[in-house]
């Protein structure tokens, strides 16, 4: 608990230079010490020589003392209790876990209790996202009625009332038939479809098979689930034209079709999660139901492939997979936990083992996190570019610090990452111009000059 | 005590000797010592067993303890309590040692964390059987003095078994060799890396091996078709005389119970006097048990005591 959720600050008016900062900016694939000004909660201009003699008169600075700033995350798969299960996540609580993690756009899943099925569902994040006026808030369409994998559900109407992009969350569509026309019927429309590809009778088991799934005396769900469904949806990509994006790829075979597949110039594009980068199935020894998780957490090899991944690009982006779960849920028998991490407040710092590691640049590393997951769902976030939204991050890469579950934002604590050595900390994020969170050690020097 | 994993051959051999100390004391007319005296056991089944429940009630009684058998059909477990409030709420009875059975792996170990009395590892889902391995073990060492050297083949339905892991984990640990036999879709992946030689069929499965241990086919725990039929298993996998010839000459033949008899094991080899020692692991059963309790909860700080 070391900062401060700035609530109902104003919108952004007037200038306010961020200068003396480590400017990432991904879309131009670069990193330099330089400037940000923002004018009535836009960037108005950046780069590396803007105010290098020091910020005009007139208009308010912020020293950010060397830190980095960057694009705020745009984090495309969270899911809260809000409807239904309010006592694990509001999405109130969950736009504060995210304003502490650096995040100032968050796309939210529809597997809720009711589902996200209907155009009335969408309207009411929008209207709660209003009310809260933290991060931004985006949702999902159901790709079918009641994510039962069987009807369409309806596209159209939901992408007027603002769904970004439609899916059936942790569910995987395993009628190849109801896949075909939904991919085909977005097209129409050119929405994006956002699959888990796990082959659903095949997937049944509690983690990963191998030698620690038997040693545990716990089913097993084989990597060869993933494979062969992302084989399949490039086919019907392939057949349909649709526009295809694979979440939560976890398996290095995955990897390696979903590159081909690339190569043919089809239309497919994926992400993974920090568990799957930064975790291996040794993380769920001693029935550690925190490390349960869908897909489960898989070999070594395979995390090792995860991050070349990352690193070729193969795997666009990266996401959170938020998904609280209470002690009720985890503090059972493995089988009978519910699978699910929370990882707003971890993500960045996670993924930033990716740039300590030297695997990533953090131009690159910021393509993952920000520009790729905005530019795929069209939200106008997760770049530095003028005009665009002054959604920003500014964190210390070098803070060390521990996870520790106590100290979460989110409503519940089911971490896999808990205890974890990490480096990297936001110091504050920013919000169309408006600073959300402020980091205890962070004072911004507001001298106007 | 949650499982023979991890175990050292010494902790292993010291309880083997201790439970050799009972057989004779349970065969006697005068079967019962003051050991535990004042010490309370409870008996926490979750899933249905009447031969391990009773074993570890007649080790307890025999030496001097309380028992107190919960039955779950009656207890408020079936009223939507939580395994760690059942946990607490007998903790707080303060037991010395909790002995628990559960239809989940891992369900023990999770209620050993909530409890700060002995807890017994009686059978956990797919995971461990430590006391059914140990009265193996016991059993095979009075019958061929040694487990070093031996070549042993588990048989049948080796995904579902805890008995199967716990003997894999115990007889390498004591330097057995240890070979899995049964059809591809009952071997769980990767049981090679623990060490096994793995055969898909009962005639090289079998060649030379000196102890034939036979698994119960357990058809509760299958979720779908694994085999086409149980004559098409029995006929396969199923243990007879014809599949025993491959076996050395005075192979014994041991099943952990309850048997089904025609499906994985033929009645004359069940029953068969010269080969068969299947009522001698339920007796070992006790002194095994009887053991476990004296090294947990006997208050004799041995080298034993380590196990706990």
């Known amino acids: 608990m070391s900062g401060d959720i700035l609530r109902g600050a104003p ?23 330089g400037a940000v000004l923002i004018s009535d909660g836009k960037i108005a201009d950046f780069g590396p020589n803007l105010f290098a003699s020091g910020a005009p008169y007139g208009i308010q600075s912020v020293d950010c003392h060397g830190h980095y700033l960057a694009p705020g995350l745009v984090d495309a798969r969270v899911h809260t209790g809000e409807p239904g299960e309010e006592h694990k996540e509001t999405l109130e609580s969950a736009a504060v876990a995210a304003a502490v993690g650096g995040i100032t756009s968050m796309v939210l899943l529809p597997d809720n209790e009711p589902p996200f099925d209907d155009a009335s569902l969408i309207e009411f994040v929008a209207r709660r996202a209003r009310q809260i006026k933290l991060t931004n808030m985006y949702a999902y369409g159901a790709l079918t009625v009641g994510l039962e994998g069987k009807e369409l559900a309806e596209m159209g109407l939901m992408a007027e009332a603002g769904a970004v992009a439609f899916t059936d969350a942790d569910h995987a569509v395993g009628n190849a038939q109801v896949l075909r026309r939904a991919l085909y019927y977005a097209k129409g429309f050119d929405a994006l479809v956002v699959h888990l590809p796990q082959e659903p009778t095949l997937s049944g088991g509690h983690m990963t098979s191998g030698e620690m799934a038997t040693r545990l005396g716990l089913s097993g769900n084989p990597p060869l689930a993933e494979v062969m469904m992302v084989e399949r949806d490039i086919r019907l990509v392939e057949m349909t034209g649709g526009r295809l994006h694979l979440t939560k790829i976890s398996t290095a075979e995955s990897v390696k079709v979903i590159a081909a597949a690339k190569a043919r110039g089809l239309k497919i594009t994926c992400d993974t999660a920090p568990p799957y980068f930064a975790l291996n199935d040794l993380a769920v020894g001693d029935y550690r139901t925190f490390g349960k998780l869908v897909p489960p957490l898989r070999s070594e090899k395979d995390r090792e492939a995860i991050v070349e991944g990352l690193k070729s690009g193969v795997i666009d982006a990266i996401v959170s997979d938020h998904r609280p779960q209470d002690q009720d849920s985890k503090r059972v028998p493995f089988a009978q936990a519910e699978p699910g991490g929370i990882g707003l407040e971890t993500l960045l710092p996670v993924s930033l083992e990716l740039a300590h590691n030297k695997q990533l640049s953090l131009a690159r590393l910021f393509q993952r996190l920000s520009a790729t997951p905005a530019g795929l769902l069209g939200l106008p976030g997760g770049k530095l570019a003028k005009g665009a939204p002054a959604d920003l991050v500014l964190f210390d890469a070098d803070f060390a610090w521990k996870i520790d579950r106590v100290d979460f934002w989110s409503k519940t604590k089911n971490s896999p990452f808990d205890e974890r050595p990490v480096q990297g900390r936001v110091m504050a994020t920013i919000v169309g111009g408006r600073t959300i969170y402020r980091h205890d050690s962070f004072t911004p020097a507001a001298a106007a000059a | 005590m949650l499982g023979i994993e991890g175990l050292s051959p010494e902790t292993i051999s010291g309880l083997l000797d201790l439970s050799e100390s009972y057989i004779d004391q349970n065969r006697s007319l005068d079967k019962r010592r003051d050991l535990l005296s ?75 964390q909530k409890v700060n009395c002995t807890v017994i590892n009686a059978g956990d889902g797919q995971h461990e059987h430590p006391t059914q391995a140990l009265l193996d073990a016991l059993t095979i060492r009075r019958r061929r003095g040694r487990l070093q050297g031996l070549l042993v083949a588990i048989c049948g339905d080796i995904m579902h078994s805890r008995v199967a892991r716990s003997n894999i984990h115990l007889l390498q640990i004591m330097g057995a060799r240890v070979r899995v036999v049964g059809p591809p879709t009952l071997m769980p992946t990767d049981i090679d890396r623990l060490g096994v030689e793995v055969h898909y069929n009962m005639r090289t499965g079998l060649k030379d091996v000196d102890i034939v241990m036979m698994l119960r086919l357990q058809t509760e725990r299958m979720q779908g078709s694994f085999v086409p039929s149980i004559s098409e298993y029995f006929r396969f996998f199923g ?70």
């Open chain 1, 11 to 33: 919108p952004h008016a007037g200038s306010t230079a961020y200068i003396n900062a480590r400017i990432i900016d991904p879309t131009g694939d670069s990193e330099y010490d």
């Open chain 2, 239 to 308: 243990l007879d005389h014809e599949k025993l010839k491959v076996a050395k000459p005075d192979a014994l033949i041991m099943h952990p119970g309850p048997m089904n008899r025609g499906v994985e094991i033929d009645s004359e080899v069940a029953d068969d006097l010269d080969r068969s020692v299947i009522h001698e692991q339920v007796e070992m059963g006790v002194a095994v048990r009887m053991a476990c309790l004296e090294a947990l909860i006997g208050g004799r700080r041995n080298a034993i005591g380590a196990a706990a």
């Open chain 2, 38 to 112: 004042g010490r309370t056991v409870i008996n926490l089944f979750f899933e249905n067993s009447t031969r391990t429940r009773t074993s570890f009630e007649v080790a307890a009684k025999r030496l001097g303890a309380d028992v107190i058998n919960m039955d779950v059909t009656t207890s408020s477990v079936k009223k939507g309590e939580t395994l760690l409030d059942t946990a607490m709420t007998l903790n707080a009875m303060r037991p010395d040692a909790i002995v628990v059975r559960h239809s989940e792996s891992g369900a023990v170990n999770l209620l050993s």
